[in-house]
């Protein structure tokens, strides 16, 4: 069965720093999809990036990076120049080729100060 | 290209009622999923249609239903409702609903049973 852990409940960064949210992922199929999400307090859950397990290069969208780490099933997120509206619960997601659903972490907050 | 929309936002119902929720997907996604979001349990997975069948199921009881109609709108109906439905559910919507296609999520429907 696929498991997401993220171990860090809350994270504080200082507006215009750099951020990583720590992601670790279990699955016993080789093909794989990543995903992160952002939850705002509205409650919407914002798409930021995929990686797939047989990409070769770790994929970035904008600010947002992912550290991916295949031997160690790490898929951490890495939030460049912190603002202020990045204050939010960030989900890690997986989606495995044995199921089209996808399973979530139990989210990090993320607060941004000025 | 408009997004996933869920009505209502906003539900207060009381034990032993009946609820249905609803969502309209982006115009030519295929695959709706729902999911429950808790604050104890987080975002657990309710179900996936897909073409008007359900294609997955996640470990909820009887009491949550769901179905999806040809212009892939879908309901969700929750029967005989219990204190512990209340929280946040979300619908999304893929394109296919295979390893690489995000879901994109809807506002979701805030339900609170008295």
């Known amino acids: 069965a696929q498991k997401i852990t993220q171990t860090q409940p809350g994270m504080f960064v200082q507006e215009k720093e750099a951020v990583t949210l720590d992601c670790t992922y279990d699955t016993s199929d080789p093909s794989y999809g990543l995903f992160w999400y952002k939850q705002p307090s509205s409650g919407e859950m914002i798409f930021l990036i995929y990686q797939g397990s047989y990409d070769q290069q770790n994929a970035t969208e904008g600010r947002y990076s992912l550290n991916f780490q295949k031997a160690r099933k790490s898929a951490n997120l890495v939030i460049s120049a912190s603002q202020l509206g990045d204050s939010a619960m960030y989900f890690c997601a997986m989606r495995d080729s044995g199921y089209s659903t996808l399973t979530f972490g139990k989210g990090t907050m993320l607060l941004v100060s000025p | 290209k408009a997004g996933v929309t869920q009505t209502p936002r906003y539900l207060i119902k009381t034990r032993g009622q009946q609820v249905t929720l609803s969502c309209s997907p982006i115009s030519g996604h295929r695959s709706v999923s729902w999911y429950q979001q808790t604050p104890g349990q987080g975002l657990q997975f309710l179900f996936e249609y897909f073409s008007e069948t359900q294609r997955n199921k996640g470990n909820f009881p009887g009491r949550f239903s769901g179905r999806q109609f040809s212009n892939s709108r879908s309901e969700m109906n929750v029967s005989t409702l219990e204190l512990g439905d209340s929280a946040l559910y979300l619908c999304?919507?893929?394109?296919?609903?295979?390893?690489?296609?995000?879901?994109?999520f809807g506002n979701g429907t805030r339900l609170t049973v008295t």
């Open positions: 999304a919507s893929s394109a296919t609903g295979v390893i690489n296609s995000p879901l994109h």
